[in-house]
């Protein structure tokens, strides 16, 4: 079984950056075999796909975010990343990274195609 751990969550004001790691682990887990994602749930609103990456390395964003995350991953290192610039307050929420051994269909991204979840970093943006 793959255990997510995400890191790098904290205060920040509008116009600053955060970088958010997610550590996927477990026996014989390789990132390179998962399509992976970063979602984002504030209070009083529906989980939000944020970013996805999958295994072709085809990366897909929310209209929100376009030009301002970035994700990433390193296999290596086993580890998945979003690099958000330009915060706004509307960026406060706790994100979550999400996984899924093998491929997700092209589309938006949706909380129903990944299997494995993480248990959240919040990120909190000040005006």
């Known amino acids: 079984q793959v255990q997510l751990v995400e890191s790098g969550g904290g205060s920040v004001q509008a116009g600053g950056s955060l970088t958010l790691s997610c550590l996927v682990s477990g026996s014989g887990t390789t990132i390179s075999y998962y399509s992976v994602a970063w979602f984002r749930q504030a209070p009083g609103k529906e989980r939000e796909g944020v970013a996805a990456?999958?295994?072709?390395?085809?990366?897909t964003y929310a209209d929100s975010v376009k030009g301002r995350f970035t994700i990433s991953k390193h296999n290596a290192k086993n580890t998945l990343y979003l690099q958000m610039d330009s915060l706004k307050p509307e960026d406060t929420a706790m994100y979550y990274c999400a996984a899924k051994l093998g491929w997700v269909e092209p589309g938006p991204i949706a909380a129903r195609d990944y299997n494995d979840w993480g248990q959240g970093t919040q990120v909190t943006v000040s005006s």
């Open positions: 990456l999958g295994r072709s390395g085809a990366t």
